[in-house]
C-alpha cells in the first residue's frame, strides 16, 4: 500500500536521472528499502546483492557503523561550515591533508566538491585560469576521448562522449574535442596493445596539430573508462598519453571518479600505472556514497601558478558546500576502512570477480569479458565471430537488467548490451560467486528470449 502510493508521487513528481521519462512512469520506481554490506532490500522485502554498489560509489558497503557514526558525531558538533571569509573545519582540513599525503606525484592541494560533475567543471575553471595566469590566454581548446564520460554539467558533457548526454542538450561546445577510444574489442587498429597505444598516441598528436599545440589546454582521460562501457586501456597506455602531454604541453587530467578508492585495487588507479598527472578528480568511493562529495587535486604547479596570478585578488569559484564537515569527516572514516581492510579485501574479491565473469566467456552470448579489480564488464553480441551486438530494437539492456534484478542481482546493464559491475569491496567470496552464478542464470534466460537473440 505505501509502496503503491509512493510509485504514484514518484510517477507525478520525481524526475529521475538519465532516464527515459515517459518509460519511467510506465514501469514505475522501484523504490529500495535498505541495506546491508552488498545487499540491499526493496520495499516488497526483496533482497539483492548490489553488484553495482549503488552508482559505482558504495565502495564500503551499506550499514557501515562506523561511517554512520563518524558522521552523526559530525552532525551534532558542526553540521556546516564555509570555507568562504577564510574560515574552515577540522575534518575538511584533515582529509585534504590525508588525500594530498597519498595522491600520485606533487598533487598536494585539494579543493572539495560536491561530486563529480562539479569537480571535472571546476578542473576546467582552473586549468582556464591557469593559462591565464601564464598569460596563454590563447590555450582554451580542451580535449577527451569517445565513450569518455565526464559528468552531466555543460561543460561535463560535453568532455564526455556518449550521445545520450549530447542530444538535445547543445553540447559538446566548440572548444571541447574527441580522439577515438581505445576500446580494445572493437578497435580498428586491432586488439594488439601497442597498436592501440600507438593509435591513440597518433590520434592525440594529430588533434593536437590540427588545433594547434599553441592553442590546446589539456587532455582528459579515465585510467578505466566506465560509463562508456568499461573499456580498459593495454597496460602502459596511461603513462604513454601521459608523456605526450608533457612533450605537447599540455596539462594531463585524470578523472578516477569511478576508478579512485580501491575501485580497481590501489587507492588510486592511477599509481598502479605509474601516471602523475596535472589534476585529478575524485568523488563516489571518497565518501563511499554516504554524503555527497568530490575533490579536485592539483600539483604544485597548477596550484601556484594560480595563486601568484591571482595575488590579492580572490579566485572566484566556491560552492556554498564546498568542503562540507559533515562529508569530509565521512571521507575520513571511509579512508580509514580502505587501509584497515577493505582495500585488501577488494583486491581478493576483484581477483575472484575477474575469474568467475571469465568462467562466463565461453556462454554463447559473452563476446568480451574485461576488467581491473572490483571494475568489470560483459559485452554481450548474437555473434561472437562477427561481434554483432544484440539488437537494440528489443531493448535487451532493459530486460537483462529485469531478469538479474529477479534472479537477485543489480548490475548496470549499458544501452550496448554491455553488463557492468562494480560490487562493493566489501564483498565476501560467497557474494562474489552469487554475482557470477546469477549472471549465468540471466544469460541462459535471455538466450532463451527470441526477442534479443
Ligand atoms: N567523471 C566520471 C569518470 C564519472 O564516472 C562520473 C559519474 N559516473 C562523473 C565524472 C560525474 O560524477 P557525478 O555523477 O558525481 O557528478
Known sequence: MLSNSLVELDRAHLVHPVASYRGHERRGVRVLKSGSGATITDASG???IDGFAGLWCVNAGYGQNSIVEAATRQLRELPYATGYFGLGSEPAIRLAAELAERAPGDLNHVYFTLGGSDAVDSTVRFIRYYYNAKGLPQKDQFIS?????????TVGAGLTALPAFHAGFGVPLDWQHKIPSHYAYRNPAGSDPQAIIAASLTALRGKVDELGADRV???YAEPIQGSGGVLVPPPGWMKAMRHLCSELDILFVADEVITGFGRTGPLFACSEDGVIPDLMTVAKGLTSGYAPMGAVLMSDDVYDTIADGAGASAVGHGYTYSAHP??????????????AGLLENGR???ARLMEGLRSLSEHPLVGDVRGRGMLAAIELVVDKERKIPLPASADPSRRIFDRAWDNGLVIRAFGNGVLGYAPPLCCTHDEIDAIVERTRMTLDQTLEDPDVR
Open 326 to 339: 559533515v562529508s569530509a569527516a565521512i571521507g575520513l572514516e571511509v579512508l580509514r576502512l580502505y587501509e
Open 46 to 48: 526483496r533482497r539483492l
Open 348 to 350: 581478493k574479491a576483484g
Open 217 to 219: 589546454a589539456a587532455f
Open 145 to 153: 576521448i569517445e565513450q569518455g564520460y565526464h559528468g552531466s554539467s
